[in-house]
C-alpha cells in the first residue's frame, strides 16, 4: 500500500466567487499510516455538492470552513484496505467524508457501513445518500406533503431535486419541475413523472406558475434561491410550505445575497418557510434507505448519475455543478 | 338620529407611497336607515392599524381593497344607536369594520359583543383587540416561545409590540426589544420590563443583537421587516422561529419590497419563519381575550394607548403610525 500514490485535491486560496483552478492544488502524498482505531479508504467515488461552495469559505455556517492547504472535505464511496479499527475491517465498504483523494483516513465517525445489494456504489452517494435523504426528509417531514397537494421543485434534475420529484409523484401529489433548458426539462416530465417542467431560461417563472398551479403552490421545494424562489412565493396557495434545502444561485455571492422579496406571502397565506440539514435527520436514516431501495428495486424511482472521471476533474467539475451544466447527481469515480 | 351627521373619511385615489391628504375627501353624509337584519353603530374609538396600508392598494392580498369612493375600512368600538337585528339590540357595546366614520351600518358579520367590565372600550381595540390577540397567538402559538427562551421583538412599543414582550416576559422569557428613539427604548425596558431595548435609529441593531443575545434568537417577532429582519436572521439560535407578523417599514414601497438577504441562516440553524393572520385565532379568541383581561387587571401588563382626537385627524394620523411617531396603540376618539 504504501508504495501507491495518494493524489489530492487541497484548498490553495479561498475562491472569490465561483472557484477557479487556482483555488486548488493537486499533489502527490503518501498513502496514511493506519493508527490505532483506524482506517484506510480506497475511495472509489467521491460526490460534487453545492455545500462545497460553503465549506471553502471563511465564516459562520454549520460546519468548520476547510483550512488552506487542507484536503478539500468530500463524501465518498470506496473500500477499507487498511484497518486497526475492529468496528471497520478491511474490505468493508463504507461512506463517509474521506476527501477528494485517493486515500482517506478515517476513526469511524460519521461512517456508514454500505450495503452493496442495495444499489451499486455510487447510488450511496446518490438516491440513497445525502440528495436521497435530503429529499425524502425534506419533501415528507419538512415539507410534509400530502396526497392531492401541488408540489413545485427547483432544480427539478439535479441530484436532490430528480428524488423529491419522483416521491412526491409516488406519493399522490401534482409535481411541477423547474430546470434549466430544454433536455432537462423532458428528462424531468417524461422520466420523472412530472406534469410539467418549467424552463427557467426560456420563459417567465411566475407567470408559468400561475398558469400551471392554478389552486397554487402547497410545497415548494427550492434548491435555487433567488428569481425562483420569489416567482414561488408569489404563487403560494394558503398554507403553504417552503422548504429551503439551497440556494445555488446565490451560493458563490454570499456577500450579496438576493433575499425573497416576494416573503411577505407567507403572511396573506399563513404560509412557513423552513431551513433544513439533512444531518439532523440521520437517526432515521436506515428507514429513509430502506424504502428508497425498494423503489430503486421497483423501479418506481429511477437515479440518474453524471459520472466525471479522475480526481483531477474535480475543479471544472465543480464548476459543471455550479454552471447547472449537470444531469442527476454529479460524482468523480476515482 | 336621522337629524345627526355622519362624517366620513372615503378613500379618494390609490396612494402611491406613504398616503397624503389628497388620498382622502372628508365628507358629510347621512345617518344609514337600518334595515331588516341590520344595526347601527356610533363610533367611539376607531383603530389606526397598519394593515390599511395594504387595504387601500390594488391587488392580491388577503381581503379585497377598499373602492375609490368607499369608507375607509377600520375596525371600531362604539355603541349600537338603532337596530332591526335580534342578537344586537340598542344599547349594545360592540366591535367591528365600521369604517372612519361616526355611524356604521352592519348585520353583525364579524362583530363582537364588548364586555366592557373587562376593560375600557378602547383597550378593546388594543390589548383585548386585534394587536392582543396577535401579540397572543403570533408569540405562544406560532412562536411558540419557551421559558428560558430569548425573545426579541421589533416595534417593540408599538401596539403589538407592546404585548408581546410583555407576554414574553410572563412566561418566563428574556427579552429584547427593538424600537425607535431613547424614550420608545426606556418606556420598553422600564414599562414593558425587557432586559434591554436597541434603538435602531442610533446603533447597529446587528451587532447589538450579537452581544445581548449570546446565545442567539429563539424568537423573532417580527413587526418591521427590512434590515430589521436581516439583523436579527444574522442571529438566531439554533430551531429558532421568526413570526412574520408585519413589515410596517415596508408597506408604502411594495413594488421593491427589501427581501430578507439573510434569509439562508433558516438552513444553518434548522430556522423557520412564518407568517400569520390573526383572523385564523379567532376560535380561540376568548381564551386570550379572558388572559390578557387578568393580566391588565392584576397590573401584569399594561396597555399604552396613543390617542388622537376626532376623525378629520385620520390622514395624519395614519401618516404618525408609519413615521413611528405613535407611542403604543393608535386610535382615533371619534
Not at 158 to 164: K, L, M, P, S, T
Not at 213 to 227: A, E, K, L, T
Amino acid at each position: 500500500m504504501s508504495l501507491e500514490v495518494n493524489l489530492q485535491v487541497r484548498l490553495a486560496k479561498r475562491p472569490d466567487g465561483l472557484p477557479d483552478d487556482d483555488c486548488w492544488s493537486i499533489v502527490e502524498h503518501f498513502v496514511p499510516e493506519v493508527g490505532n482505531g483506524q482506517f484506510v479508504v480506497r475511495n472509489e467515488f467521491i460526490s460534487i455538492d453545492p455545500a462545497m461552495r460553503g465549506w471553502v469559505s471563511a465564516g459562520d455556517s454549520y460546519i468548520a470552513p476547510v483550512a488552506i492547504g487542507e484536503v478539500m472535505r468530500a463524501r465518498a464511496v470506496g473500500e477499507i484496505v487498511g484497518s486497526r479499527h475492529a468496528a471497520f475491517p478491511v474490505g468493508t465498504k463504507v461512506m463517509g467524508f474521506f476527501g477528494v483523494q485517493n486515500f482517506g483516513l478515517s476513526n469511524g465517525q460519521a461512517v456508514t457501513r454500505i450495503d452493496e445489494a442495495l444499489a451499486p456504489m455510487p447510488q450511496h452517494l446518490a438516491a440513497l445518500g445525502s440528495p436521497g435523504m435530503t429529499a425524502y426528509f425534506g419533501l415528507l417531514h419538512v415539507g410534509a406533503c400530502q396526497a392531492g397537494e401541488t408540489v413545485v421543485v427547483s432544480a427539478a434534475s439535479g441530484a436532490v431535486g430528480q428524488i423529491v420529484a419522483q416521491i412526491a409523484r409516488l406519493k399522490g401529489c401534482t409535481v411541477i419541475g423547474i430546470a434549466g433548458g430544454s433536455d432537462k426539462c423532458r428528462f424531468v416530465v417524461e422520466q420523472l413523472g412530472a406534469q410539467a417542467c418549467i424552463d427557467y431560461k426560456s420563459v417567465n417563472v411566475a407567470s408559468d406558475l400561475r398558469s400551471l398551479c392554478p389552486q397554487g403552490i402547497d410545497v415548494f421545494f427550492d434548491n435555487v434561491g433567488g428569481d425562483i424562489l420569489d416567482a414561488a412565493l408569489a404563487n403560494l396557495a394558503q398554507h403553504a410550505r417552503v422548504v429551503i434545502c439551497g440556494a445555488i444561485s446565490q451560493y458563490n455571492n454570499l456577500d450579496s445575497v438576493k433575499g425573497p422579496k416576494n416573503y411577505l406571502s407567507l403572511i396573506s397565506k399563513r404560509a412557513s418557510m423552513r431551513g433544513m440539514l439533512v444531518t439532523d435527520f440521520a437517526d432515521r436514516n436506515a428507514i429513509a434507505v430502506s424504502e428508497l431501495a425498494g423503489w430503486l428495486r421497483d423501479g418506481l424511482v429511477r437515479s440518474t448519475l453524471d459520472v466525471e472521471a479522475g480526481l483531477t476533474r474535480f475543479p471544472s467539475a465543480l464548476r459543471k455543478l455550479f454552471a447547472g451544466a449537470n444531469f442527476g447527481k454529479l460524482v468523480i469515480e476515482v
